[in-house]
Every structure is written in C-alpha cells, then in structure tokens.
C-alpha cells in the first residue's frame, strides 16, 4: 500500500465516530472566538438522565462557538461513556460535536435520548 503523508493527515481530518446519537469528526482547528466550556459532558440524555460524556476531565477541554460544540483531546486519548453504548477511545486531537437530527414534517429536531 502506498502511504503518502499528506494522504494520511488528509484521511484522519476526515474521520467520523458515532456513539449512538452523537457525531464526531476531527478537525483541524477550532473557529477563531471559541470560547472554553466547564464539563465533560457532549449531550446529555432528557428522558432517560443518561449522557455521553468524557470519562476522563483532566484529558479533554470543551470549547463552543455559538450553538457548535468542539471536543480538544489533551491527552493521547479519552475514553467516549455512555450507560447504553460501549465506550469509544479517542486519539489526541480536536473535534467538533454534534447531535443526531431527525426530520419531522414540521421541521427539524434533535434525538431525544
């Protein structure tokens, strides 16, 4: 197989992870006017009280730019928890986060956990 470096960074910029209704994909960097956020927490669940979150606090450091939520990956990896889905291991890096959707005739709306 042929490895071209760029090819490589150009593949894991494009990189998505799934844990149930949450999406994530790696980026290169944040959006200028990022602001930190406090917690480890990426959605947390409105029914059921369950949330996605960072296992490790010290690892990671949340960051939003109006509504977006980005994920930065301090440490080689965090591990990605949730009470009904198995734990997904992140490498260092930066994220962005989002919810799953679902279309409604009216419009649409994020998945209620």
């Known amino acids: 197989m042929f490895n071209d470096s760029n090819n490589s960074q150009a593949n894991q910029a494009s990189v998505l992870y799934r844990h149930g209704d949450v999406l994530i994909r790696r980026i290169a960097s944040l959006p200028v006017g990022a ?49 009904e889905h198995r734990a997904i291991e992140l490498p260092q890096g930066l994220y962005r986060v989002w919810r799953q959707r679902e279309y409604r005739p009216d419009a649409y709306v994020e998945v209620i956990d």
């Open 35 to 83: 602001q930190r956020r406090v917690g480890v927490t990426l959605a947390h669940g409105e029914i059921t009280g369950h949330s996605h979150r960072i296992q490790q606090s010290n690892a990671v450091q949340l960051w939003v730019d109006d509504s977006d939520l980005f994920l930065e990956v301090k440490e080689t990896s965090a591990t990605l928890v949730h009470e």
